[in-house]
T-cell receptor
């Protein structure tokens, strides 16, 4: 089966600019996750979708970050305006459902550098 | 609040040595997963532990889930340079649908 697809692979922007990331999960996976990973640290959950509804977005900085999954399939994550501390890898993952029996499958991430 | 704390944060050892990585929480988890992540890639699942006290082996890797399902450990026997990477524990805290990761352990095995 095709894996989780993410684009772009790399992005360099200046602070205060906007940026968007795209994720296409594995076909049939109801749950989609966006994580932010600072170099060398564990991923931090930004937002978790179940189909097109939000399960958790408690750690999403909503003043600058937004995410949508309108048709319950692919998803976009946007940052506007970007700050220097947003430099990180943004990982997308999907699973069949939000339970312990459904392992997560990850994309290779988008590396964002904010200068 | 970080619910899953890993130790050590960094580990640099010689090939052939043994090591243990710990994953601790004050919360109960219905199961825990361990992942390895290499630079430029997403985490890759190694194992899932479900039952308190469970021990699982994957070649030279031994995973244990604590009796109270609040902690886990990963032991590597005779480490190889190919074991180098970032090791992550993760799971759903009981009664939540939010999947969280530990703080990570960066392992470097030197030839």
């Amino acid at each position: 089966e095709a894996g989780v697809a993410q684009s772009p692979r790399y992005k360099i922007i200046e602070k205060r600019q906007s940026v968007a990331f795209w994720c296409n999960p594995i076909s049939g996976h109801a749950t989609l996750y966006w994580y932010q990973q600072i170099l060398g640290q564990g991923p931090k959950l930004l937002i978790q979708f179940q189909n097109n509804g939000v399960v958790d977005d408690s750690q999403l900085p909503k003043d600058r970050f937004s995410a949508e999954r309108l048709k319950g399939v692919d998803s976009t994550l946007k940052i506007q305006p970007a700050k220097l501390e947003d430099s990180a890898v943004y990982l997308c993952a999907s699973s069949l459902e939000s339970t312990a029996n459904s392992p997560l499958h990850f994309g290779n991430g988008t590396r964002l550098t904010v200068t | 609040t970080q619910l899953l704390e890993q130790s050590p944060q960094f580990l640099s050892i010689q090939e052939g040595e043994n090591l243990t990585v710990y994953c601790n929480s004050s919360s109960v988890f219905s199961s825990l997963q361990w992942y390895r992540q290499e630079p430029g890639e997403g985490p890759v699942l190694l194992v899932t532990v479900v039952t308190g006290g469970e021990v699982k082996k994957l070649k030279r890797l031994t995973f244990q889930f604590g009796d109270a399902r609040k902690d886990s450990s990963l032991h590597i026997t005779a480490a190889q340079t190919g074991d180098t990477g970032l090791y992550l524990c993760a799971g759903f805290p009981s009664r939540t649908y939010k999947y969280i990761f530990g703080t990570g352990t960066r392992l470097k095995v030197l030839a």
